[in-house]
């Protein structure tokens, strides 16, 4: 491992490399800083402009856009109670009651210090744990391997989605998808409908972009939401001094759940941060000032979601099992620049692989330094007309996709795409299930299909190991699990938190005081 | 019309088309159908499951109205117009030319006034396209009409 690290030094901090990582920390936070506009989504849009690159430099600035969008949720979230991103959900209990009483920017710097260490504590953790796992995945046969893929999806199709039946048909939708084109093992053609452009299946990248970055420019322009430079709290500013050293507890803790919370296929940052601002005000002697605009309230919910980042790549890069919509387009990422998820990333293509990791760590502290920075500019990004934007997400990604094959038929099966992702967001049908089923699908059918001809098609042969027993003793679990919690929760009448993580207006009007 | 409405509109008339889509997989050869056949004949399954409990919950009286704040609609049909458009032409025109014209019009369409802005942010966007595409990526795009009007050839 340290060898490879060593390896990889040089790469990562050649100037391409940096300056790729830095200009996607700024991206990544102004990205965020925009409301209705995602880490998933930018990484969308710009994975098509990184396909002539060197692969480090494209992934660097791929980490950067992820750490930095992360924080830049941050922004919104303080300053007019509007969550940039889904993660940003939390911050909004403490942080905005903070600019209320003129402590926005005291707000905003415990939001970026909390994100960067949490960004880096989760990037150490990417480092540490995969390898090991990856090699624990090298002893996995076909057999372990379908099991694998089977529980990733059923993992992001149950937690994912309040009502598990959506979440399941999304990701039939994907197996569909994954499906198209000319069959590997047999030659035969499906689902092509013979479509010439069909033969080779549905590119990935045209998927990704389709229903990450169409949707939210179609919102964008419908909602309008404009913002208006009064609604940025109290204009009066009052100072009252960080304790740092008071928030120590608080990163230890959130980053601990940040990184376990990413590690769990099906959850996220959202997830992490109210587990972590639930947790901090549970131990808290005066719980009283949680909501009211604690400054613990603020590192909690920032670091625990930064912390979320690194580790939901833990079960992507070494198992290839993405475990969220944001891990799944990285993955996307990785595999244009020919970098197959597995085990293999951590021999083959170790330099690049560790300067991935690595680039997880640097741009953390990239973003300390760009957010004090680009204070001003990324606040008032936030006013930039969405009216105006979108149509410029529309044709950033047209040319993005158009760029990768030459083809106007990705470009018109993207919009057809965008179209059903907007459609799916609107009945409530998550996205994250499709997409990692259009990547997991396949896996699990060559795998299925190699494991029946060395088991000579003899159904025991699928439960002939101990983790094949495990996995799907998983499986089952997590299908069950959400079913008792819902019972649970009809019979106590409160809902848990992981329900209020998915709903946003649940969770206000739970957990925030009255006005 | 309420939300459950919807959703039990969308899940038969998506049963329906599933269905047709799992007839489709049982043409295939035999070890080419097993995983088509299984995924379409659950995801119809599902599809009608989703129908049945939408249209169960229309029984009981509910607040789930769709509500549609004026002008959505139209913004949302406007982009996806002009969308539609820009793609069309784009290879005929070039897409930093198509993006000139693309991005003012959109946004005056959608309800942005400030026409300094709208051209400046066009020309800028469609050279900073043209820099990163034609220039640094060197990609072959279709060849831009600005450019041949400007230049003459």
Known sequence: MWDSILAALPLLFSPAVLLAMAGG??????????????????????????????????LGMMAGIYNGAMYGGAIPAILLRIPGTPAGIATVFDGHPMAQKGQGLEAMKIALVSSAVGGSISALALLFLSPPLAAMALKFGPVEIFWLAIFGLAAIAVLLSDAPIKGLISACIGLVIG??????????????????ELMGGIDILVLLTGLYAIPPALTLAQEALLLSRSSGGSGKRTHSGIGWRRLLPTWVRASTIGVIVGIIPGTGGNIAAMLSWNETRRVAKDKSRFGKGAPEGVAAAECANNADNAASL????????????????????????????GPELFTRSAPVTYGFILAMLVTSIMLFV???????????????????????????????VYAINNSLFDVWLMLAFGVMGWGMERLGIPLAPAVLAVILGP?????????????????GFLFSSTIAIVMVTLIVLTILVPLVRRLLTHYRGRPSTLAMAADPQRARRHMEPEP | MRQATLETSVALAAAVLSGCGLWHALSFTRDSAYLPTAVMSLLTLLLLVWGIRSAWSLRQAGSDTLRFAPGHARRFLTLLATSVAMIAIAPRLGFATTFLLFVPVSGWLLGYRQGKWLVTTAILFSLLIYLIFQIVLDRPLPPELALRLVTGS
């Open chain 1, 314 to 341: 833990i079960p992507a890069l070494t198992l290839g099992i993405p475990g969220s919509s944001v891990s799944a387009v990285i993955l996307g990422g990785l595999l244009v620049h020919g970098m197959l998820p």
């Open chain 1, 443 to 459: 896996v699990a059918e060559s795998s299925l299909r190699r494991a029946m001809l060395i088991g000579h098609h003899q159904v």
């Open chain 1, 179 to 196: 499906m198209v084109g000319i069959d590997s093992m047999t030659g035969n053609e499906r689902f092509t409908f013979d479509v010439m």
């Open chain 1, 25 to 58: 920390t700024t991206i990544g936070v102004l990205i965020g800083a925009l409301p209705g506009l995602s880490a998933t989504m930018g990484i969308a849009v710009l994975i098509p402009l990184t396909f002539t690159m060197q692969p480090l430099v494209a």
């Open chain 1, 370 to 400: 760009i957010g004090r920075l680009g204070a001003r500019l990324f606040i008032n990004v936030m006013y930039m007309p969405p009216l105006l934007l979108a149509p410029i997400i529309i044709a950033l990604t047209t040319i993005g």
